[in-house]
T-cell receptor, first 111, second 113 residues
Framework: QKEVEQDPGPLSVPEGAIVSLNCTYS??????FMWYRQYSRKGPELLMY????GNKEDGRFTAQVDKSSKYISLFIRDSQPSDSATYLC???????????FGGGTRLMVKP | KAGVTQTPRYLIKTRGQQVTLSCSPI?????VSWYQQTPGQGLQFLFE???????NKGNFPGRFSGRQFSNSRSEMNVSTLELGDSALYLC????????????FGPGTRLTVT
């Protein structure tokens, strides 16, 4: 079993839709949670990171962490065609830079 | 501010050869991490360097090694290349330990034939 599970998609939505992306993890030792966006032929770009359970909002993006269920989510409001990319969740156990990534979900936003 | 740069961007090698990849972190960043990305395994952590010392290491064989220089630039080396080493190798930099904002470079696409 992988430490982080993520539905690979692809997920196809119409422009303006609310998108929900999710990951589950198996080890309660993970404490830090991040979401990255990766466009084709580019490196991952950090969207959001959080430490505690609850919600964190940044513009059209909301990250949600439920440590009791070991479940993390990223919501994208008013999705745009430019949001079409692969979204990767990443988690870390301690105050270092060793990240464990989910497999990524490919999102397609159609005009 | 310039981002993370990686050279070369593309590389083709044959089995048994060795390869060295280079990463220049964002100015002022002292931590450099390396990741391997493949379609089958996704993004996997290789190792992290901070102040010229390897601080963390992933589950990769000893053929994968790295180093960091005093100017924080980093190199990774893969010896005795295998077909399965074909991947996108990504470098990420961050200010220091305890900072979680890692900034990735565009990667080096290595093809082993």
């Amino acid at each position: 079993q992988k430490e982080v599970e993520q539905d690979p998609g692809p997920l196809s939505v119409p422009e303006g839709a609310i998108v929900s992306l999710n990951c589950t993890y198996s080890n309660s030792a993970f404490q830090y949670f991040m979401w990255y966006r990766q466009y084709s032929r580019k490196g991952p770009e950090l969207l959001m990171y959080t430490y505690s359970s609850g919600n964190k909002e940044d513009g059209r993006f909301t990250a949600q962490v439920d440590k009791s269920s070991k479940y993390i989510s990223l919501f994208i409001r008013d999705s745009q065609p430019s949001d079409s990319a692969t979204y990767l969740c990443a988690i870390s156990k301690n105050a270092g830079n060793m990240l464990t990534f989910g497999g990524g979900t490919r999102l397609m936003v159609k005009p | 501010k310039a981002g993370v740069t990686q050279t070369p961007r593309y590389l083709i090698k044959t089995r048994g050869q060795q390869v060295t990849l280079s990463c220049s972190p964002i100015s002022g960043h002292r931590s450099v991490s390396w990741y391997q990305q493949t379609p089958g395994q996704g993004l996997q952590f290789l190792f992290e360097y901070f102040s010229e010392t390897q601080r963390n290491k992933g589950n990769f064989p000893g053929r994968f090694s790295g180093r960091q220089f005093s100017n924080s630039r980093s190199e990774m080396n893969v010896s005795t290349l295998e077909l399965g080493d074909s991947a996108l190798y990504l470098c990420a930099s961050s200010l220091a330990g305890g900072y979680y904002e890692q900034y990735f470079g565009p990667g080096t696409r290595l093809t082993v034939t």
